[in-house]
């Protein structure tokens, strides 16, 4: 009797399971032909998704549905009669579609497409000028591996610094973008501030307020950030786990931590709720 | 030597804006007789070097001494507003528009003018060396140039030196006084870094806007008076090899008890 319970609730989560959709789902389990050739299309931008896929004859259009994490549950966000669908996300994710008759369906889900971005799973720390000379205060971001450095030497490009305006107080600093102030060789940033406590997107650089010099707060968590490249692409980055303190090793120096996002598809500025 | 009235303002190559639109109804007087004078006995002093100005800004009537000469200055925050006023005039970069987080253009202005070195630099950055470099070009300010700001770096940055002259200096305050009926510029002027010295000799019950710079080597102070009886005077006091700093009290001393009655 006992067995017999637990391969019932066994059944009941594989059935649960089935009905919200997982990666490789075992699929809607209707008649219809899969959607094929799920992709982003080019017009995507900023928080923008645009969908695109193959037509499926005879149907009488296509579900999109979209989940935060690649185990999480599938949400429908939309319908169309077209095979092309723009989601306005809030937050990365991952995509999948399939198509309907009636109340026939595919009898799968299409392969999934992600706009997750690049999380770099690592704290890096920089300092303010009044930190020990040693300290670096520059930072070059990457799409896998951030460097930090010293913004006054001109071989390094950093695309932020931290920089003190001031010369009181041992959390408050700044970030400036590295074609600013006085290390300003390097590579330009503009930075924003996340909206409410919407860590998922930032506006698309310049609409709204994207600042060159930005005061980081003790209470910062968040600062979005716009990297312009050669050609007209702009990549965007999120800081996140941001923390200001003192460095004990100055009586006026400043430590910045973080852990950084970083948006591999160009002008695109979803990100993950991370904060 | 008295200029005697607006007209040989037309001399000096830079344009003023000299007029009040609040005060037009009330015709000047121009500066007080015995202005020219006091000019004179404050650029006279001995133990530094001296550039003296005044002005009457309604009329636009000038006295000085030692007009063209420049004169070094340290935090350059006089003519960073003299600039910043024109851009926010023009439409190209607006007092209020936010150069920083949180922080409009006219607020790090008057952050400069409070002496702020950091701050003076960030402004310097956000206009950007070259656009106040051509607007002092365009405008005719040859005797005013703008670099920087020395700051506390690991490794210093050789600056050139920010410079400055009387009549530059006279077209800056005017350029400020001619925009004064906007609130965000009478902020950037606000509450001037005197020295309780010279607050004393100014009085209580006038309006003040100024601008302040010393270094071990001099104390150059620019003023604005707005007296309750109707008349604005700009003065300006440029030094160098100063032996002391009351000296430069001591000049303005001089001059506002020409200007006071």
Redesign the interface.
Known sequence: MKKLLISALILGMVVLTGCTGDDDPSGPGGTLPNVQDLAMGAASAGRNIVLVWSEVQNVDGYEVYFRETSGGTWTKVGETANTTYTHEATVAGYYSVRAYKGSNFSADYSSTINTLPNIINKVYTIYD?YSP?QKPSGFIFDPVDGTPGMA?DPNFKQDIYAW????KGDTIV?LYSGT???Y?NGNPTY?A?PMGTSYGYCNQYPTG?W?????LYTTDRVVFCALPFPGGDIIYVKMYSLNISPDPDSPRGTIVSFRYEYQTLPNITVFTSNN | MLHAILGSLALISQPLILQNPDTLVTPSTGLPAGVAGAVSRAAALEGGVWGIGVVDLRSGETSTRNASRSFRVDVPSLPLAACGIELSNTGELPLDS??????RFWEKLHWAQQG????C??VI??IRETRIARWLSERGFSGTAVHGVD?????P?LLEPNTITVENAISFLGIFYGSIDQRSVRRIGDNPPLSQANRETLGVANTLYGWFDETGSWRHIFIIVRKPSGEDYGIVILTENLCCPGKADQALSIIWDALKN
């Open positions: 000028r000379a006054g003190d305006e001031q010369t700044r600013y102030g006085p300003g930075m501030e307020t600042y060159e010099n930005y005061e | 936010m150069i920083a987080r949180n922080e702020g070195r950091g701050v630099a960030a950055w956000s700051l506390d770096l690991p490794t940055i």
